[in-house]
Nanobody, 124 residues
């Protein structure tokens, strides 16, 4: 059974940086794409970034140039480096994956494994 555990959230000020981690277990981590989503209060869950099994990365326009994603297959961990944070980045951030090696799209319904989420709060 695939399990995902996020960590690294917290309360920061606008302009600060934060790095989220997601550690996976239950299957061969290096063979699958990983993704990050976020959900703000009263809003739908939205795609943030994804990284293929081969390291190719995709970003939502809202975070392009500020956020970066990477993976360490030896540690079964994917990271989301968030720079120049804004109050509108405040949300619960989720790690997700599917049974695909490659990024298949930004719709949350395409991902069948989810972490419990970690709260990121950016104060102005």
């Amino acid at each position: 059974q695939v399990q995902l555990v996020e960590s690294g959230g917290g309360l920061v000020q606008a302009g600060d940086s934060l790095r989220l981690s997601c550690t996976a277990s239950g299957r061969t981590f290096s063979s699958y794409a990983m993704a990050w989503f976020r959900q703000a209060p009263g809003k739908e869950r939205e795609f943030v970034a994804a990284i293929n099994w081969n390291g190719r990365i995709y970003y939502a326009d809202s975070v392009k140039g500020r956020f970066g994603s990477s993976r360490d297959n030896a540690k079964n961990t994917v990271y989301l480096q968030m720079n120049s944070l804004k109050p509108e980045d405040t949300a619960v951030y989720y790690c997700a994956t599917s049974d695909s090696r490659d990024y298949r799209g930004s719709a949350s319904r395409l991902y069948n494994y989810w972490g419990q989420g970690t709260q990121v709060t950016v104060s102005s």
